[in-house]
């Protein structure tokens, strides 16, 4: 590694960036400052990318992927005596050789084992009965197994929050095995009580955080058994594997390096992010900024730090009977037509289309557009719920003095005439607020008119506008991936451009509409009050005739 290598930095999406151009850049990686790498450590699930490629950089096999374990990968290829600039040539013949090496693997499984790997098996098979290994016996597999399939759940279940105190009023929790399941998982949970805990605790109707403890423990030799399982052939496949750990690197390496420690990918119009799990079609959008979610109600209360639009959705494939949950930002267009129910299309990065349905909307600002009619849509709302509530008001009246008179004809005459009376009010009122409008423009010409009512746009919407563009550029997609389970180490901005191609929205540009809708607003009240002046000679000065006598003057 040169001790002063040169770096390439570019402003992408609002941040300073280092390029990766070739070979020298990866092999200096070591020698960057890992302030300015972009990320520290990201989970292996979750993302579109070469799941064996992971497999191999997750070297302890915990899951997750950090900042040692890339370099690591870099440093094997160099002990390999790869010349790090093909990095940056995909070849079809690293294509073709993994698919040799592939056809070997498999071609290795077939292999009668030898009489080494005939012992190697028969040694490990004598040591699996021995009672501490199979507590169960005969059933511990299929205990095991049970087991498996609801541990996730059961841990999430038993895991207290971060901010728990050390001590707490609450009680322990405890896990019913039977009552108020979900019924997705009933199945599941009773085959555990049946196979696990009565075996291990006895019968239970449910199961404390350290029976829980205990039930697991029980079955720790046996899995760390399952897992020392001799390979046969072991020594042949380990060379194979190696040859592959090679290919699969100088044909994938380059791209996780562009998702982790810049983020090229995510900012190229030509290319998706490995964290990009497909596009969603609704609401006349088309959004590619989509995540995998695991738990809605973890996620979103993570994302909401991210000043972004989150749309939350349930994906079903009934065809695969397949289900799972991905989250959507929206960066573009507006967000009326976002509500939970609304159904959509998600696409995921197979071409696989998914029944899509929104589950939970966190609320922000997206675009100009819509802060520059925010103030003008709420006004016009408070207008009518005010109109409603009073004449609500008025009929509730007219309607009990109604009922209060059925009786009468008399009575029900006087409250049909409150009932004209009340509309008879709301009209009035409507009639003096135009009058008194009226009254104040009449004075005027129709050019300070249009001045006047330019003004009037511009002082409701432009602070709206002003206060948006603030919070547009504080937006941040490293949020979003905090909550997703990455570890990202600066906020990860994005420029007004780069929004509408995140969410593409049908219709003109942005500003194209914003100033046509303010034109044409412009253009009606405009030609309304010039109507107006020459309808009903508002806007003419009294002229006083040409013969008329000079005032005298005041002595």
């Known amino acids: 590694m040169e001790e002063n290598h040169k770096w390439k930095w570019a402003k992408i999406g609002r941040m300073t960036q280092v390029v990766l151009q070739n070979g020298d850049d990866v092999a200096n990686l070591a020698k960057l400052d890992r302030k300015h790498w972009l990320a520290m450590s990201m989970p292996v699930s979750g993302v579109r990318f070469d799941k064996r490629t992971l497999e191999f950089l997750d070297a302890d096999g915990d899951g997750r992927i950090r900042t040692a374990e890339v370099l690591a990968a870099i440093d094997f290829l160099k002990a390999k005596g790869v010349d790090l600039n093909d990095l940056f040539k995909p070849s079809e013949d690293d294509e073709k050789a993994l698919a040799k090496i592939l056809e070997q693997e498999a071609d290795l499984a077939k292999v009668p084992p030898s009489k080494a790997d005939k012992a190697a098996l028969a040694d490990w098979e004598a040591k699996g009965k021995a009672p501490d290994v199979a507590v169960l016996g005969d059933a511990t597999a299929?205990?095991?197994?049970?087991?498996?399939?609801?541990?996730p759940l059961v841990d999430a279940f038993f895991t207290p929050p971060e901010d728990m105190p050390l001590v707490t009023e609450e009680p322990d929790k405890t896990l019913p095995l039977k009552a108020n399941l979900n019924p997705k998982f009933l199945e599941a949970v009773i085959d555990f009580s049946q196979k696990c805990v009565a075996p291990i605790v006895g019968e239970r109707q449910c199961i404390d955080r350290l029976e829980w403890k205990k039930i697991k423990a029980a079955f720790a030799p046996y899995r760390a058994w399952a897992?020392?399982?001799?390979?046969?052939?072991?020594?042949?496949?380990?060379?194979?594997?190696?040859?592959?750990?090679?290919?699969?690197?100088?044909?994938?390496?380059?791209?996780?390096l562009e998702n982790f420690v810049n983020m090229r990918r995510l900012y190229d119009a030509d290319s998706l992010a490995s964290f990009q799990t497909g596009t969603l079609r609704i609401d006349a959008k088309e959004m590619h900024l989509c995540f995998h979610v695991d738990s809605e109600a973890a996620h979103s209360a993570l994302a909401e730090k991210s000043k972004c639009c989150i749309v939350y959705l349930k994906l079903s494939r009934p065809a695969d009977k397949a289900e799972r949950s991905v989250c959507a930002v929206a960066t573009a267009g507006t967000i009326r037509g976002l509500y939970v129910g609304r159904n959509g299309v998600?696409?995921?990065?197979?071409?696989?289309?998914?029944?899509?349905?929104?589950?939970?909307?966190v609320e922000s600002e997206v675009s100009l557009a819509e802060a520059f009619w925010s103030p003008w849509r709420k006004l016009g709302e408070g207008i009518a719920a005010s109109v409603k509530k009073f004449l609500g008001d008025k009929q509730t009246s007219a309607q009990a003095k109604l009922d209060a008179g059925a009786q009468s004809a008399q009575a029900g005459g006087a409250a049909m005439a409150s009932s004209v009376a009340a509309i008879g009010i709301g009209v009035g009122m409507m009639g003096a607020a135009a009058a008194s409008l009226m009254a104040a423009i009449s004075g005027m010409t129709w050019p300070q008119i249009l001045v006047?009512?330019?003004?009037?746009?511009?002082?409701v919407s432009l602070p709206s506008v002003i206060l948006t563009w603030f919070k547009l550029r504080q937006r941040d997609i490293g949020a979003?991936?905090?909550?997703?389970?990455?570890?990202?180490?600066?906020?990860?901005?994005?420029?007004?451009?780069?929004?509408?191609?995140f969410t593409r929205c049908a219709g003109d540009p942005l500003l194209l509409r914003v100033l046509a809708a303010s034109v044409l607003v412009l253009v009606l009240l405009g030609g309304g009050l010039w109507y107006c002046c020459g309808r009903f000679g508002w806007c003419e000065k009294s002229a006083e005739p040409a013969n008329a006598a000079p005032a005298a003057p005041n002595t």
């Open 142 to 151: 299929a205990a095991e197994a049970a087991l498996s399939a609801v541990e």
């Open 227 to 256: 897992a020392a399982k001799p390979v046969m052939s072991a020594g042949a496949m380990a060379e194979l594997e190696e040859k592959e750990k090679v290919l699969r690197y100088k044909l994938h390496l380059l791209e996780f």
């Open 346 to 361: 998600f696409y995921d990065r197979d071409g696989k289309d998914w029944e899509a349905v929104v589950t939970k909307v």
């Open 452 to 459: 006047a009512v330019l003004a009037l746009v511009l002082v």
């Open 480 to 501: 979003v991936l905090n909550a997703s389970g990455w570890a990202i180490n600066r906020p990860m901005r994005f420029t007004m451009k780069r929004a509408r191609m």
